[in-house]
C-alpha cells in the first residue's frame, strides 16, 4: 500500500511526464533525483493503476494479430490487412501489402522465386515499377497451357519482372506430369534443370497457398479431378504450398499428386533465407495453418478475418 506522500510523487512524476512532455532527465534534474528513480516511478505509477496507457489507432488490432502470430508460429514476420468490404477488395488489399513488403526487402536479394495463384497476381499487379536491373525473377513451379495463363508462375514471373526491370526465367513444362517417365525426362532437360536449380537458390521466395475443395484453380484448370479430391479427403489434405500438398500437420500428402509436380520441393523450400506466403480468405484457414505446420514459412501476408480465424483455430485468440 502507498502512503499518501509516495503516491504524490508518482502522481508529481507521471504528469510532468505524460502531460507537461519532460523528459526523464529533465524531471529528475527538476526533482533532484537521478534519472533511474524517475523510470523507476513511472513503472510504479502503471503498476499501481495511477498511469493507465491507451493505444487509439484503428491499426492496435491488426498488429496484436501480428505479433500472436510471430510467436505462435515462430515467423520472422507477419503483416495483416485490416478487413475490406469484399472479397475482391480484401484480395487486392493482401496483394498491395505483400508489395510494399517485398520491395522494402530487398537489400541483399539478387533472386526472387514466385509461385502461381491469384493473391500472387494481386501481389504482382499491385508492385510498384522499380529499376532493379541486378535482380531475377525465377518461377518456382511449373505452368503451361491456355486457361488462366495470367496466374501462372511464368507469366507472373515475367509480368514481375517488367515492374522491377529485372530479368527473367522460364520453366517451360506443365506444373504436374502423369507419367514418371516423362517428368523423369522433361526434368533431365538441360533448360529445365538449370531453371529448377536457380529456384532452389533464389534469396527470396514468394509463395501462395492454395484449398483444393473451395475454389479451387487447380481444379479449373483441370489438374484435379473430382476422383482425386475424393482420394485427398481420405488422406486429410488440407492444402497445397507452391502445389505441393500437405495435411494439417504440414506433412505431405500419401499420394501420388505430389510425385507429379515439377517445381521446388518443401525441403528445398526450406532451405531459402526468406520465404514469404501471401494469402486471403476464410476458406483457407486449414491450408494456411497446415503451411505454417510444414515450418516451410518465414513470413505470412494475410488479410486480418483470417488471421482472427487461424489463431482462434489454434486457440490463442
Known amino acids: 500500500m502507498l502512503s499518501w506522500e509516495e503516491r504524490r510523487q508518482l502522481v508529481k512524476t507521471a504528469s510532468l511526464y505524460y502531460i507537461e512532455g519532460l523528459t526523464q532527465e529533465q524531471i529528475a534534474k527538476r526533482v533532484g533525483v537521478s534519472r533511474p528513480v524517475i523510470s523507476k516511478h513511472l513503472q510504479k505509477a502503471k503498476e499501481y493503476g495511477i498511469v493507465e496507457v491507451f493505444i487509439k489507432d484503428e491499426s492496435l488490432h491488426t498488429v496484436e494479430l501480428e505479433n500472436k502470430l510471430e510467436t505462435r508460429f ?14 475482391e477488395l480484401s484480395k487486392k488489399a493482401v496483394g498491395q501489402a505483400a508489395a510494399n513488403y517485398v520491395s522494402k526487402n530487398l537489400k541483399r536479394v539478387k533472386k526472387i522465386g514466385i509461385s502461381w495463384g491469384t493473391t500472387l497476381a494481386e501481389f504482382v499487379k499491385e508492385y510498384p515499377f522499380e529499376r532493379r536491373e541486378h535482380m531475377k525473377i525465377v518461377p518456382l ?9 495470367e496466374i501462372h508462375a511464368n507469366q507472373l514471373a515475367y509480368e514481375l519482372a517488367k515492374k522491377m526491370n529485372a530479368a527473367c526465367s ?31 537458390n533464389v534469396d527470396m521466395a514468394i509463395v501462395g497457398i492454395g484449398n483444393p475443395y473451395h475454389d479451387s484453380i487447380l481444379e479449373k484448370i483441370g489438374y484435379l479431378t473430382a476422383k482425386e479430391l475424393e482420394e485427398f479427403k481420405k488422406v486429410e ?42 494469402a486471403e480468405g476464410l476458406n483457407k484457414v486449414e491450408s494456411i495453418l497446415g503451411a505454417l505446420n510444414s515450418h516451410c514459412l518465414d513470413v505470412l501476408i494475410i488479410d486480418e478475418s483470417t488471421a482472427a480465424a487461424l489463431l482462434e483455430r489454434v486457440g490463442d485468440l
Open 74 to 87: 515462430n515467423l520472422k514476420d507477419a503483416v495483416v490487412v485490416p478487413n475490406a468490404s469484399s472479397k
Open 141 to 149: 513451379v511449373g505452368g503451361m497451357g491456355s486457361q488462366h495463363v
Open 237 to 278: 489434405t488440407v492444402g497445397d504450398i507452391s502445389s505441393r500438398f500437405v495435411d494439417i500437420n504440414g506433412r505431405l500428402i500419401n499420394h501420388p499428386i505430389n510425385d507429379k509436380v515439377i517445381g521446388i520441393t518443401l525441403e528445398e523450400l526450406k532451405e531459402i533465407d526468406d520465404v514469404i506466403a501471401v
Open 170 to 200: 522460364y520453366l517451360y513444362v506443365p506444373a504436374f506430369i502423369e507419367s514418371g517417365e516423362l517428368k523423369e525426362r522433361l526434368v533431365d532437360m538441360t533448360d529445365v534443370k538449370y531453371v529448377l536449380e536457380e529456384g532452389k
